[in-house]
């Protein structure tokens, strides 16, 4: 058999103490080459070296494992342009690893939508997440250990390989015990309502979903709300302009928004038309459907319900200057149009949709201009809003900033 090693794949898992309700894992895939090869696009011949190191690294919470945030950096890619992808790790923000976990990382990240060792790597990342849970917990001390018995949930042994399957004898003794299978209930450490404006691309969804994932909240996405009926109005062949038809529409729609895997699935009379309502003439034309008064006010009763059942992070472009006047809490997040742009693309990309630069830069800037001049709940910086501009940060600055401010917000309610 030849020996003449021409290849290696590496992937190294580590976990760092993060708290005693977090911890941090970090992942890197490594693929070399240790012979010379001839690119595949360009033709031309490299030296032997790494081809691939790409290095991903993710908060999870404690005892549920719910990633709060993720990102990728990739020092080593053969093409430049793989480096535009490093952002779909943001997808599997809100993913709890439990049973599901591996079919929603694919369905999240699969084919064009993120990047194939991206991929495999927080696969491989997740399962290792589940190890280190149980390493954090015997490596406590006796009277800690105790303490924090009630926070794993043994039952997820079962199944994960042949020593532990149902029909065996390790499986038949763990759950043979009297209620050995314990559902972590999250308590928020605030319930206020949270409000995150501003314009297309400053990145309202991403942080508003990371930020409510963090502080145990529910994200609602009022966006969706109006892209919904935009969709529908389309189909039916409403005009956009049609005030009167469309607040019935909305009116008489059931819509239910669920926060899942990761995701907001939006669900109007048992169609899920989550991928739907994301495409970019949707997206314009939600602008327009929701500048008609009428419309904003039959959805009005639907975004404050859900107030009414706990704390809430909530984004769009009205949130604490209409809909949450008295929110706890507003946020205004601005960014730079071309940032906001480049933003815009990369996430169409990680959907598979190539679009030109320059067009989605006009469509932005359009955008802006309807939301802003429109004569109902125009785009405003709510009174008492903190200010951030998104322009050069990471996620993590971002919602790292209003953290602080929730969590000033909780000192104070104990006060």
Known sequence: ????????????????????????????????????????????????????????????????????????????VPNENCREIRGCVEKVVGLSIKRGFVKAVRDLLGGTRGCLHITQLILTMGSAAAQALWAFHSSRGAAERKARSKDLDAAMLVNSCWLWRPDGPYAAKLLGKKSPVITPVITPVITPVITIDGPAGSGKSTIARLLAAKLGLTYLDT?????????????????????????????????????????????????????????????MLASAVSARPEVRQALLPVQRSFARKGGIVCEGRDMGTVVFPDAQLKIYLDADISERARRRRLELAGRGVETDYETIKAEIARRDRQDMDRGVAPLRVPEGAVIIDTTGLTIQEVTGAIMRHACNLRANSKQ
């Open 1 to 76: 058999m030849a020996d003449r090693l021409f290849f290696t794949r590496n992937i190294s898992i580590e976990a760092f103490e993060n708290g005693p309700d977090s911890f941090v894992i970090r992942g890197t895939l490594t693929d070399e080459r240790h012979l010379p090869f001839r690119h595949y696009l360009s033709g031309e011949m490299r030296e032997p070296g790494k081809v691939h190191d790409i290095i991903v690294e993710m908060e999870i919470s404690m005892p549920e494992l719910r990633i709060v945030s993720a990102q990728s950096r990739m020092p080593c």
């Open 223 to 283: 966006g969706a709300l109006y892209r919904a009926v935009a969709l529908l109005a389309a189909e039916k062949g409403i005009a956009p302009d049609d005030g009167k038809s469309l607040a019935e529409l909305a009116a008489g729609l059931d819509i239910g928004l669920k926060e899942a895997e990761g995701k907001t699935l939006v669900v109007v009379g048992g169609r899920d038309i989550s991928d739907e309502i994301r495409a970019e003439k949707i997206s």
